[in-house]
């Protein structure tokens, strides 16, 4: 099952904050965060496991609620090499969570 | 070093054609993947392969083979290929323990057919 993320897109100017979610209708074993620039190969940025925690990254930071099935992510003081699409990818809980689900993904672009 | 290199990079060819491409992971990673990202970027598992076991099959056409000659090498072998398989091919490993599922992707091939 797909995770849902919102906003697909967000365009900020350097310095503003930003929050990305992702949701999914399936109880969760994890969620990921991986970041695209255009031409490249995602790259991981966090994992968060259930339990709620909350896991940072420099100015990113992210946060699971279990309870809800969503997660999270913050980006704060944005940077210009913040820009890329933002993907969660899903595992879910109990018997086949060995297979990450990626979300359409959130386009982030940051302005002077 | 790469950690996990894709060859080729671009590859253009025909509809009809049969066309490979090869992955290998030097992290000593035990599960590597096939994902692709169509044109709306939306990334999709196809295969996963764990000690060279198939584990993942998602709903593929059989055009799609996946091979894994020992856990370092994933390859992907298209046979009779279609104007709609034309998209970015990423291959990516992952290591067990708390590092399971952390992807490192490789750089991608793009795939065109016309």
């Known amino acids: 099952q797909q995770p849902v993320q919102s906003p697909q897109a967000v365009i900020l100017r350097e310095g503003e904050d930003a929050v990305i979610n992702c949701s999914s209708s399936?109880?969760?074993?994890?969620v990921h965060w991986y970041r695209q620039k255009h031409g490249e190969a995602p790259v991981f940025l966090m994992i968060l496991l259930k339990g709620g925690e909350q896991k940072g990254h420099e100015k990113i930071s992210a946060s699971f609620n279990e309870k809800k099935q969503q997660s999270s992510l913050y980006l704060t003081a944005s940077q210009l090499s913040y820009s890329g699409t933002y993907f969660c990818?899903?595992?879910?809980?109990?018997?086949?969570?060995?297979?990450?689900?990626f979300g359409k993904g959130t386009l982030l672009t940051v302005n002077p | 070093d790469t950690a996990v290199s894709q060859t080729p990079k671009y590859l253009v060819t025909q509809m009809g054609n049969d066309k490979s491409i090869k992955c290998e992971q030097n992290l000593g990673h035990d599960t590597m993947y096939w994902y692709k990202q169509d044109s709306k970027k939306f990334l999709k598992i196809m295969f996963s392969y764990n000690n060279k076991e198939l584990i993942i099959n998602e709903t593929v056409p059989n055009r799609f083979s996946p091979k894994s000659p020992d856990k370092a090498h994933l390859n992907l072998h298209i046979n009779s290929l279609e104007l709609g398989d034309s998209a970015v091919y990423f291959c990516?490993?992952?290591?067990?323990?708390?590092?399971?599922?952390?992807?490192?992707f490789g750089n991608g091939t793009r795939l065109t057919v016309t």
């Open positions: 990516a490993s992952s290591g067990s323990g708390q590092g399971f599922l952390l992807l490192h």
């Open positions: 399936k109880a969760l074993y994890s």
């Open positions: 990818g899903t595992a879910l809980s109990g018997g086949s969570n060995y297979k990450l689900t």
